[in-house]
T-cell receptor, first 116, second 115 residues
Framework: AQTVTQSQPEMSVQEAETVTLSCTYD???????LFWYKQPPSRQMILVIR??????QNATENRFSVNFQKAAKSFSLKISDSQLGDAAMYFC?????????????FGKGTHLIIQP | EAGVAQSPRYKIIEKRQSVAFWCNPI?????LYWYQQILGQGPKLLIQ????????DSQLPKDRFSAERLKGVDSTLKIQPAKLEDSAVYLC?????????????FGPGTRLTVL
């Protein structure tokens, strides 16, 4: 079974600074997707960024970028120029891309606090 | 485009009572998911539907949980009878193929408290 581990229950960063959230995963598959989701206090889960395992290039979306290390099964999220609106729970998630069942496997989440 | 709708947003019941949650996916989305998110944890998949057929229900506690998706659109998740450990947020998501991937869009969730 696949597992996703987020070892940082909570992280704090000053506004405008850079923060990195860590995620490791375990799978025996070679074809999969990895995601970072943001869940603000209102609870609506929002996709932040996606990485296809077959792509060597790290995904980037504006201020958000990932460091994908496939051999190490590591998938960290870097948020540059942190803003107050970035405060939320962040979840790392995995899905195998080779079958019809594609429910996400989530980590326990990291609570990100932005200090003004 | 309207998002995934869920109701009710909050529900408080006594243990051993029954409860039902409703989800209306984004129009045209063939795949629908129910997740359970216990406080302090990430969401856990309960069941996945493709149209009105079940794709994966391996983590659904079938002795007390049931779900249906009649006509391949709306879905209902039921718990009967509820236990204290069922207190959680129940998230519904729907998906469509985007750039080769089945991107999931989440609803606001239903927060269930079992007393």
């Amino acid at each position: 079974a696949q597992t996703v581990t987020q070892s940082q229950p909570e992280m704090s960063v000053q506004e405008a600074e850079t923060v990195t959230l860590s995620c490791t995963y375990d799978t025996s598959e070679s074809d999969y997707y990895l995601f970072w989701y943001k869940q603000p206090p209102s609870r609506q889960m929002i996709l932040v960024i996606r990485q296809e395992a077959y792509k060597q290039q790290n995904a980037t979306e504006n201020r958000f970028s990932v460091n994908f290390q496939k051999a190490a099964k590591s998938f960290s999220l870097k948020i540059s120029d942190s803003q107050l609106g970035d405060a939320a729970m962040y979840f790392c998630a995995y899905v195998y891309s080779g079958g019809g069942a594609d429910g996400l496997t989530f980590g326990k989440g990291t609570h990100l606090i932005i200090q003004p | 485009e309207a998002g995934v709708a869920q109701s009710p947003r909050y529900k408080i019941i006594e243990k051993r009572q029954s409860v039902a949650f409703w989800c209306n996916p984004i129009s045209g989305h063939a795949t629908l998911y129910w997740y359970q998110q216990i406080l302090g944890q990430g969401p856990k998949l309960l069941i996945q539907f493709q149209n009105n057929g079940v794709v994966d229900d391996s983590q659904l506690p079938k002795d007390r949980f049931s779900a249906e998706r009649l006509k391949g659109v709306d879905s209902t998740l039921k718990i009967q009878p509820a236990k204290l450990e069922d207190s959680a947020v129940y998230l519904c998501a729907s998906s469509s193929w985007t750039s080769g991937y089945n991107e999931q869009f989440f609803g606001p969730g239903t927060r269930l408290t079992v007393l």
